[in-house]
């Protein structure tokens, strides 16, 4: 009965019913939770997850997997440290540097993309190595010299200079997961993402051109974790190599959590925007409940495993062969 | 016998016999030879051996697995968790920890194959998930900080120590995989391994309980990554979180680049020995290039991207995503 | 027979939309097509029968470019083609309706509809869903299904479902601006009574513009809908008919045709079988199927018949353990059978042989000895290890006594041909000393002739030697010559059950009635 909710663009209910009953568990155990600072927190804490929620909910309902994340973080957050005013080098591109930590996304997103399409190999396996190539980057830049800190003011106002009460970093947030519901319904990038996801076969028997698509999905997946890597060198005003830390069993629970099936074709913006929403109220509930921090990855991972279990015994076929 | 497809015939004659990977071996050790003699002095080769024993049996591990067709991205993560646990033990209860570790190492190897099977959830999403909680676990049994083994229990520094010119453990890590690849190769549960691996659902039609063999396979390589944190203890005297966190890209390595086949059925122990070989040596090349810690896990994530490319046969992996 | 007839200078023509032109394929071995030629005509439904194996499937695979002739043509107006793929065929005007359906189970009706071929719904890579719902409304009604194009996809039934893949065709057909041609094969065989009467009137609706080849194993229905019929048998176009000159029965004699000698099925060589019961279905259900009763005695052949969804694949298959049964029992010489694993069936003396040989009875990459010892290693190890020498040893005796064409056991079996490819999967199971029962789900399918008498010589002496045999038979005669009872099956129940002896065979219109 709740596949039919499950479906393509449809409302993710079961997600929205696990984020009210967390919601009301904690607010009965703490009575910080319902105040308007701790939803600015989460909303605050929400944003960076749900840019590159974003990007891996295509990837993921075309069937692939980006665990790159981390390594893209890296590269693009040391980047920007590196070229916006720095008390470590002279460069100062100022709010050019978007562009780079975009770009340089982006690009790593594209390797990974021909790696899969054209190579053939796995995408678990080609984003496991431009992880590593992502983090290798931003050791590279960040040398032997010593950690540069940001000090363009207006950038690194981002993440404190409200607007309409929430920073700017967190409507950042809003207009990309805006733009991906948007490329979600309104163009073919977005509707074929449900196709390939659904029967790769059917897409290729449609004529559909399978390998274009699935390219730039991973290249938009690159491109949003190059925009979190700037965001997040603004944040925390330093350009550090372990930026991304924790965010990419944080996303993809998040994107699992909010219905987006792992194996492809079902799922979508609105249920990733939930599933952040989620993941990120039980991080916050865990602090103020007291629980140590190193609990996160525990749950966080079992979150992963009992929602894939749960959606994976409605698809179970005998006799079926899964790698 | 088994073919492979492949323009070059002599390259895949010699991939065939397992033999090419040898060869590259060869040629890798030939240029450092050359170029730093001393490098690949006797010293310097036992030291690199204490580390290669354990890179040998974590990569058995995922060879295994690999060549039924699955991966396991927690089996270095995996390995930290049972570093901890068994240098935390070790301290509280001396040996005895060890068995019982290797029990609940086995435990968790058939849960894994379980959760995959049972529930028909790809290996690589089952490992990842693992590959969480073992981290988050190893965080939370060490607050996140260093544990010192206690001098005393330090018995498996004996297993460092090189009577001959070969550390003990790397020849203890050899004989243990031996074992393994002589099962793999010369028993009927090692061909239904390999079988699963080529085409799951004929061999369920012939009989193969393919249940108990994959689980068997999971706990078996459960077992190497046990046997590889007590030795990661033995040689380290302390154990992190993390630690053995970075074995993971050169295991998968060492594996493709001997000449598995990440697509499953070909391949085998042997073949991963050299891999590990040719690792090892990567590593004295890459630290001589003064190559970064840090740096180095874009090389290996550079060669298995090579590797497979070079070997992927296109016949059998039709739809990748 | 009513056509749309051109004039063309005051002379009535009937204009040939495609001919097809002297087609051939082989795979391998064998010949599935071996030229073929016919014509499809403006205005007009043609009926393509023949038995499994005869070419039809095939066909209308060549026909809709999924698979490329080896030598032929299509004509199409005045210019020739050959079809590389499918885009080929549907630029052409050709569209199939696959058996298995090819709609997205989680996408809208009408995004199924025009999936790839979106047209101005589709601009600079936006995508309008208004625009493709009022396009998918036109289509719906053609086809008189009513459904919301917005709605999900796999939220309807499977007729409707159909229906909608009809419709989707169509689409695809009309999209190329060419004269649309719809392929249909096996239309009928999900749908009710109900939504087939609407399937025809649908078609009788289309053909006006549209024309239409219609595969079906369904006889009747067959003769109702097509304005000529084909008839193939063994890769080649035996009869073209006019359906309303020809009744059932000839039909299926045409589809038949060649006098069946007795050594083909070496009926001399028919055992009687012992009064033993060695298998006994109590009620047995399981996916596909329900109630089967079936008490087997040792040494008897029983055949089963029944199309695709009869649910006889899966009845092997749940006896065989590979697939969980659901309800009812199984006993094994009195012993209860759980069913739950095929190594257990193994243990207590069954093998099968499954119908898909490359994908599900071999496996590919393994050479002929490996293959040959998998089901019961035992017999090729020493002290637990596998033995090269023993290998070779079962290699060399079974090669003998099943006349196995192969250099040695190292030779990959990829290179055998399929009837010794088949042999080895016998052989598998024919080197257990304890082998009780074998079930075959179409042992002889995509084989010679020759190697299917050695098959059925095969089969004769486990039966003599009081083994049990299951076949799920390819043909009518399979079923009828080589066993000594046969049942039918349709839609999940037994529909029948006959007697068949070398001086008693059932008739062939009662067991039709059984399976159609």
């Not at chain 1, 899969?116 to 992502?134: E, K, L, Q, Y």
């Not at chain 3, 041609?181 to 009137?201: M, Q």
């Amino acid at each position: 009965m709740g596949t039919k909710r499950f479906t393509g663009a449809g409302l993710p209910i079961p997600a929205l019913v696990a984020l009210l009953i967390i919601c009301i568990f904690t607010s009965t155990q703490s009575t910080q939770f319902l105040t308007l600072e701790n939803f600015k927190a989460i909303a605050d804490q929400a944003a960076i997850t749900l840019i590159i929620a974003c990007g891996l909910t295509f990837v993921i309902l075309m069937g692939s997997i980006d665990l790159s994340i981390q390594g893209v973080i890296a590269a693009s957050a040391m980047s920007t440290s590196l070229l916006i005013a720095n008390d470590r080098t002279d460069f100062n591109m100022g709010f050019g540097v978007f562009g780079i930590g975009i770009g340089i996304g982006a690009l790593i997103g594209l390797l990974a993309g021909l790696a899969v399409t054209v190579i053939r190999i796995p995408s678990f396996i080609v984003t496991i190595a431009t992880w590593n190539f992502g983090l290798g980057i931003g050791y590279i830049l960040f040398g032997s010299g010593s950690q540069p800190g940001i000090q363009d003011k207006k950038f690194i106002g981002l993440g404190i200079d409200t607007f309409f009460g929430l920073t700017k970093i967190v409507w950042i947030a809003v207009g990309i997961a805006a733009l991906s519901f948007i490329i979600q319904r309104y163009t073919i990038f977005g509707r074929y993402a449900y196709v390939i996801g659904g029967s790769e076969e059917t897409a290729l028997l449609s004529g559909i051109n399978v390998k274009r698509f699935r390219v730039l999905a991973f290249i938009f997946s690159g491109a949003t974790s190059g925009l979190a890597g700037t965001l997040l060198a603004s944040k925390m005003g330093i350009g550090a190599v372990n930026s991304g830390e924790g965010l990419l069993f944080l996303t993809i629970s998040s994107v699992v959590i909010g219905g987006t099936l792992l194996n492809g074709g079902r799922g979508g913006i609105l249920h990733s925007i939930i599933g952040v929403l989620i993941m990120t109220t039980i991080y916050i509930a865990m602090i103020l409940l007291g629980v140590s921090s190193f609990f996160q990855n525990i749950v966080q991972g079992l979150v992963v495993l009992i929602v894939v279990v749960i959606a994976s015994w409605k698809q179970r076929k005998p006799l079926r062969t899964v790698l | 016998m088994m073919e492979i497809k492949n323009p070059n015939h002599f390259f895949a004659f010699l991939r065939q016999k397992g033999i090419s990977s040898l060869i590259v071996l060869i040629v890798l050790v030939g240029i450092l030879l050359l170029v730093k003699p001393e490098s690949m002095s006797l010293s310097s080769i036992s030291s690199l051996m204490d580390q290669a024993s354990i890179l040998l049996l974590l990569a058995s591990a995922q060879c295994i697995i690999i060549i039924m067709g699955r991966i396991d991205l927690a089996n270095a993560t995996f390995c930290s968790l049972l570093t901890v646990i068994t240098a935390l033990s070790l301290n509280s209860f001396g040996f005895l920890a060890i068995p019982v570790l290797i029990v609940f190492a086995i435990f968790v190897g058939f849960l894994q194959s379980w959760l995959h099977q049972i529930f028909q959830v790809p290996s690589f999403v089952i490992s990842l998930a693992f590959l969480g909680i073992a981290s988050g676990c190893a965080l939370v049994l060490t607050s996140a900080s260093t544990i010192l083994v206690k001098p005393n229990v330090r018995f498996t520094k004996v297993l460092f120590s090189s009577p001959g010119d070969i550390p003990i453990s790397f020849m203890l890590s050899l004989f243990i995989v031996g074992i393994l690849g002589f099962l793999l190769a010369k028993t009927p549960w090692g061909r239904a391994v390999r079988a699963i691996g080529f085409n799951q659902r004929a061999s369920t039609y012939s009989g193969i309980n393919t249940f108990w063999v994959m689980s068997s396979a999971f706990m078996v390589a459960t077992t190497l990554i046990a046997i590889a944190s007590t030795l990661n203890v033995g040689y380290l005297g302390t154990a992190s979180a993390s630690i053995a966190d970075s074995y993971l890209l050169p295991g998968i390595a060492a594996v493709v680049v001997g000449g598995t086949s990440i697509a499953g059925g070909i391949g085998g122990i042997g073949r991963t020995v050299w891999g590990v070989l040719i690792i090892s040596v990567l590593r004295i090349g890459m630290d001589l290039l003064h190559i970064s810690q840090n740096v180095q896990p874009v090389v290996y994530g550079i060669i298995i991207i090579l590797a497979i490319a070079l070997t992927v046969d296109r016949s059998r992996v039709s739809i990748v995503a | 027979m009513e056509t749309k007839k051109t004039f063309k200078n005051g002379v009535v023509t009937m204009a040939t939309r495609v001919s097809v032109n002297s087609i051939s394929k082989s795979f391998g071995v064998v010949q599935a097509l071996k030229d073929v030629s016919l014509k499809i005509n403006d205005a007009e439904v043609i009926g393509l029968v023949g038995e499994n194996g005869a070419g039809k499937s095939t066909l209308l695979k060549v026909i809709s470019g999924n698979i490329r002739a080896e030598s032929g043509n299509f004509a199409i107006g005045d210019q020739i083609k050959i079809f590389g793929s499918v885009s080929d065929a549907t630029n052409a005007g050709i569209s199939m309706v696959y058996q298995e359906q090819s709609l997205l189970p989680n996408m809208s009706v009408a995004e199924n509809i025009f999936l790839g071929i979106e047209g101005d719904a589709k601009r600079f890579g936006t995508f309008s869903p208004k625009r493709i719902r009022e396009k998918a409304i036109d289509y719906l009604n053609r086809v008189s299904v009513n459904v919301d194009p917005k709605s999900i996809t796999e939220n309807h039934s499977f007729g409707t479902r159909q229906m909608i893949e009809i419709a989707k065709a169509l689409a695809i057909a009309e999209f190329s601006g060419n004269p649309p041609i719809l392929l249909l094969d096996e239309p009928t065989s999900v749908l009710s009574k109900n939504e087939i009467e609407v399937l025809f009137s649908v078609i009788r609706e289309i053909k006006k513009n549209t024309s239409v080849v219609f595969v079906s194993h369904r006889l009747e229905e067959v003769l109702t809908i097509s304005d000529r019929v084909y008839v193939m048998r063994d890769g080649q176009i035996v009869a073209e008919i006019d359906p309303r000159n020809v009744s059932v029965d000839e039909l299926f004699k045409l589809m038949v045709g060649r006098d069946l000698s007795k050594s083909y099925f070496q009926e001399e060589l028919t055992n009687t079988p012992s009064d033993r019961k060695l298998l006994e279905l109590q009620n047995l259900g399981g996916l596909g199927f329900e109630n089967v009763v079936l008490d087997l005695r040792l040494g008897e052949i029983v055949s089963i018949l029944g199309l695709q969804d009869s649910g006889r694949e899966n009845l092997g298959r749940v006896i065989f353990g590979a697939l969980p049964k659901k309800k009812g029992k199984m006993f094994l010489d009195g012993k209860l059978l759980a069913g739950r694993n095929t190594s257990r069936s193994v243990a207590n003396g069954i093998g099968y042989v499954p119908s898909e040989r490359k994908t599900e009875g071999i496996i590919l990459a393994m050479d002929v000895g490996d293959n040959l010892s998998f089901a019961h290693p035992e017999n090729a190890t020493r002290y637990g290890i596998l033995s090269r020498g023993r290998i070779t040893q079962l290699f060399i005796k079974w090669a003998g006594q099943l006349e196995l064409k192969a250099p040695s056991s190292r030779t990959s079996i990829k290179s055998l041909s399929g009837g010794n490819q088949q042999k080895i999967v016998l052989a598998k199971w024919l080197m257990d000393s304890n082998l009780k029962l074998l079930i075959l789900d179409t042992p002889t399918r995509g084989l010679d002739v020759g190697a299917k008498t050695e098959i059925y010589r095969i089969l004769r002496e486990l039966a003599a030697k009081g083994i049990g045999i299951i076949l799920l038979a390819d043909s009518l005669e399979e079923g009828i010559f080589m066993s000594h009872r046969v049942l039918t099956m349709k839609d999940g129940k037994v529909t029948g059950e006959f007697v068949s002896s070398p001086e008693n065979r059932p008739e062939r219109t009662s067991l039709l009635q059984g399976i159609l």
